[in-house]
């Protein structure tokens, strides 16, 4: 293990080492460059070949903007001090459409000549690319979505409905989670808010060797920079529960409201450097509410529902700072502070009031980038973040807590007081050559995460009833002075009582490090293979050398003459894994049995005591058994196996589809085993003292392991539908998900047989469908609209008992066999037996089938220009001289081109919007309770908040902006 680190950290340092030798600005990077720089100037003009003063136009290298020049009165422009080699001229002009063209190469000591004439921009152009652009290339696979321009203002404003907006854009996640987020190239951070984003890009280049993550299910989001001229966008938006349905859930709702503020301005420094800083607040009182079945004031069952406030309040302030130094090397600082405050967290559904903590959370953040070009052929990219992360939570009650399944949790809130600093360090570094027909990228990225955290979660202790009735036999057994025994005898008691004592605080660190190498080669005209090799290691784990092999092939099938080609066919492969987090090494540090140690007790006829008013509970003896974390000796990282085949298919100018198979198999997936758990057949359940247990001890042992899979295979379809003035983009998902673990917090039912939980997978929906649109409408009109669908979702049925002795409540009842034993449940998902005997089938995991969703948002906008005009600065060039008479030049002379109108363009923009969430009201429910025996089994006790909060069904909102 020590020679492990060792090596681990030599490698690290050797490639810190080689990133910063390479960041620098080497001798042989000059040597190798000793031509004299070149330009490119040209004239920028409108349709009627007027002249445009004040256009933009920038000289980009491999996506950066490598050097930038304004045109003067005269529509002249000049851009000097550019390394020989080719670039991309990328022209910007208010009222007219952003036009670039690709392939202007410069030679040394020589000026390239390159005009561009302008459209007109009729109505403001969004874009939505799925990149119309039919190319081998890796990142122009049709799969792959990207959002910029003003089609991110069709996006949600609010952070949390903009991340799941993008996530189901995404698709399904090759694990079954959520998608990964990376904003400006980097890890872990939290979503800017929405004005700062310049692009987001979906599922782009899933194969590529740069990533940890596969390219499916993978979200890059970059934020702007400064522009040339000063500009300001202030931004709001409210909502008040005045405008909004009613929760069905519940009768008595109290008023709430929320409102979102966001303003940024940006603007040069001087020529060489610029700026963009944003801020952002949101206030927003929710109601959560809770849907239980309690005991009233007479010991009787009975239905509870009630609203509870919850206040959240969130502020985010983002700078960024861009400065280029000479022509060839660019630097960008970026800073972002966001604290959010929330009270009365953790409340709703069966948790009730007493659940509540209050949370205080603050992130800030130091992005830093450096990119030199050596050579027109060779970029190099450099960057480091530090995230610095403040977590604070603490519960309104510190009572033992009380889990009631099937029916309610009461008491304090189990997670404690929680006090957790994170400090995460974040180094990557990129070279790209090209050479020839091949592309090489190199590169590295190293992160260490440092976790110190105080905790007291389950300090305060843990009964947990097996149904209601057990729990209202117990409390009315009480009340009438019986014992525990006497109790327990009557059909009561709690089935397990499990406290945590010991000390709160402990530290961990982590550092992993991946390294990779790839080729782009363009093969031929029609054909691009691309191959690479990624190599990933970690701390705290045994597995240090993991492998990550990725392949790609492209072929694109020939058009008509002079015409793009019919179709491109892509295939890929490759290897992705996952790391061991830190959170996963701080339980494990914590609950070792000396930091901390945790008791369980099956059967307690002690309750309501706890350790703190009764000792002796957490003592070992016949009852009391130390539950303890452990991390597998042998445990592996987890990793995809994914297949790709996919045809990429241009419909016309405007019109695109995208067919897409992909194959995912999990390979040594995480999952906790209680590896000392009674082995089977030895367990009584009437007695908790039984069982054999294969160490010999009466611990509990947890154990973080490697042993899950799963395997997934989607149908991905995709249209494209884009013009001047809208934009559509419709998806299809059929997918098949089946797996033995749904993370490494979940438990199987069977500790010593994995295979009985091999089933389909909590997050398998197998068919989702989704539609993105907007559309400019004449009279400054705009429509946007997001629509999602999935198929019900599958939910477990578990018989809310421990029938094995292992301390998890996650037992399944079995198809019934004799109808009339008093253990049957008549389901329409079928006859089930809670207490299994010999012969019967366990029914599968995730059996029940939850309710369908659909949702549709619809927003609809009006802008106004106002203020002074902005002085047209482009009159139509005098005509021509006309020719003389009979001379060639008059016959050869054509017609004046006719003028076109253009816009007028004013100085402020207002704009006011009306945003309506579930239009249709449809009412979406949350997954089925699925405790057999509960009064609610089968039952939705919530909505399912789809893109949104759970407060409300049916949300308006409304908008205003204002921009200079």
């Excluded at 390979?667 to 057949?681: D, E, Q, W, Y």
Aim: charge should be negative; aromatic fraction near 10%.
């Amino acid at each position: 293990m020590r020679r492990s680190r060792s090596v681990l950290s030599c490698c690290a340092s050797l490639l810190v080492a080689l990133a910063l030798f390479i960041s620098g600005r080497p001798v042989w990077a000059q040597v190798a460059s000793p031509d004299s720089p070149g330009a490119i100037a040209g004239t920028i003009v409108d349709p009627t070949g007027a002249l445009i003063p004040g256009a933009t136009v920038n000289a980009e290298k491999s996506g950066n903007v490598i050097s930038t020049a304004e045109t003067d009165s005269q529509g002249h422009y000049t851009i000097t001090g550019l390394v020989p080699g080719c670039y991309t001229v990328d022209a910007i002009a208010t009222g007219f459409q952003e036009t670039h063209v690709d392939g202007v190469c410069v030679s040394p000591g020589e000026t390239q000549r390159k005009s561009l004439s302008l459209p007109i921009e009729i109505q403001q152009q969004q874009t939505v690319v799925t990149d119309s652009e039919i190319d081998t290339s890796p990142d122009k696979n049709g799969g792959a979505i990207v959002i910029k321009g003003a089609a991110i203002n069709s996006l949600s404003s609010d952070p949390t409905e903009l991340q799941d907006q993008l996530e189901a854009l995404a698709g399904p996640s090759p694990d079954g989670g959520s998608a990964q987020f990376f904003v400006d190239g980097f890890s872990g951070g939290k979503l800017p808010p929405k004005s700062s984003i310049r692009e987001i890009r979906i599922n782009q280049n899933p194969f590529s060797a740069e990533y940890d993550a596969l390219g499916f299910g993978r979200i890059e989001i970059f934020t702007k920079p400064g522009t040339n001229k000063l500009h300001g966008d202030y931004w709001m938006q409210g909502n008040d529960s005045s405008f909004n349905t009613h929760n069905p859930f519940v009768a008595d709702q109290p008023p709430y409201y929320s409102y979102m503020l966001d303003g940024d301005v940006n603007g040069p420094i001087n020529k060489k450097s610029s700026y963009f800083a944003d801020i952002f607040n949101q206030h927003t009182i929710n109601d959560s509410v809770v849907n239980a079945v309690v005991l009233d004031s007479n010991l009787n069952q009975t239905s509870f529902t009630q609203a509870i406030t919850s206040p959240t309040t969130t502020t985010n302030f983002t700078p960024r700072y861009d400065l280029q130094i000479g022509q060839v090397q660019t630097l960008t600082l970026r800073y972002s502070l966001q604290r959010t405050t929330q009270s009365n967290a953790g409340v709703g559904q069966f948790e009730l009031a007493s659940q509540a903590y209050n949370s205080d959370n603050t992130e800030q953040s130091i992005q830093f980038s450096d990119t030199q070009m050596y050579s027109p052929h060779v970029v190099n990219e450099t960057k480091f973040q530090y995230i610095r992360d403040r977590n604070n939570q603490t519960p309104a009650e510190t009572s033992a807590t009380v889990t009631v399944q099937g029916g309610f949790t009461g008491g304090g809130n189990n997670t404690g007081i929680n006090r957790d600093n994170q400090d995460h360090y974040e180094f990557q570094d990129h070279l790209q050559i090209e050479h020839g027909t091949h592309e090489f990228n190199i590169g590295a990225r190293l992160r260490d995460v440092r976790d110190a955290n105080v905790s007291t979660a389950n300090f305060n202790g843990n009964y947990t009833f097996a149904s209601i009735g057990a729990y209202q036999i117990t409390e009315q057994g009480l009340k009438a002075g019986l014992t525990g025994a006497q109790i327990r005898a009557e059909g009561g008691g709690a089935s397990l009582f499990s406290q945590t004592v010991g000390t709160p605080g402990i530290v961990v660190s982590v550092f992993d490090a991946g390294i990779y190498a790839e080729d782009n080669w363009k093969a031929r005209k029609d054909l691009t293979v691309s191959y690479g090799l990624r190599f990933e290691s970690q701390t705290q784990m045994s597995d240090h050398d993991d492998f990550a092999p990725r392949f790609g092939v492209a072929y694109s099938i020939p058009g008509p003459k002079n015409k793009p080609p019919r179709a491109v066919l892509r295939a890929g492969y490759g290897l992705f894994y996952t790391r061991f987090a830190s959170t996963n090494v701080l339980t494990a540090k914590r609950q070792n049995g000396v930091e901390q140690v945790g008791y369980s007790v099956t059967n307690p006829d002690f309750y309501p005591d706890t350790c703190g008013t009764n000792p002796a509970i957490c003592t070992s003896g016949a009852t009391s058994a130390p539950t303890i974390y452990s991390i597998d000796p042998y445990l592996r990282a987890p990793y995809v196996s994914t297949a790709a085949f996919t045809a990429d298919i241009p419909a016309g100018k405007y019109l695109s589809f995208s067919a897409n198979y992909l194959t995912f198999k999990g390979v040594h997936l995480f999952l906790t085993r209680n590896i000392n758990a009674p082995l089977p057949g030895t367990y009584n359940v009437n007695d908790p003292t039984s069982g054999v247990r294969p160490l010999g001890t009466d611990e509990n042992i947890y154990q973080f392991e490697s042993r899950g899979a799963s395997s997934i295979d989607v149908g991905f379809f995709r249209a494209s539908l884009h013009t001047k003035s809208m934009g559509l983009f419709a998806a299809y998902v059929l997918s098949k998900a089946e797996a033995n673990t749904s993370g490494i917090t979940s438990f199987p039912s069977n500790q010593y047989d994995l295979h009985v939980d091999y089933g389909r997978s909590a997050n398998d929906m197998r068919n989702r469908a989704f539609l993105f649109g907007y559309a400019d409408l004449p009279g400054h009109v705009s429509l946007h609209a997001f629509m999602v669908y999935n198929s019900s979702k599958p939910f477990n049925i578990t018989v809310g008992e421990d029938l094995n002795g292992d301390t998890q409540f996650n037992d399944r009842p079995a198809f019934a066999t004799d109808l009339t034993r008093s253990s049957v449940y008549h389901t329409k998902w079928g006859v089930f037996d809670a207490d299994p005997i010999a012969g019967q089938k366990i029914i599968p995991i995730n059996y029940g089938k939850g309710p369908n969703m659909f949702q549709a948002n619809l927003g609809v906008g009006r802008s106004f220009n106002f203020g002074p005009v902005v002085p047209d600065e482009n009159p139509p060039p005098p005509p021509a001289p006309a020719p003389a008479k009979d001379s060639k030049d008059s016959k050869d002379a054509k017609a004046p081109a006719k003028p076109v109108k253009k816009p007028i363009v004013r100085k402020y923009t207002l704009s006011f919007t009306v945003d309506a969430e579930n239009l249709f009201n449809v009412v979406n429910l949350a997954s089925p309770v699925g405790v057999l025996g509960s009064p609610l089994f089968g039952e939705s006790t919530a909505l399912a908040g789809v893109f949104g909060s759970t407060t409300a069904n049916r949300t308006i909102n409304l908008e205003t902006s204002f921009r200079f």
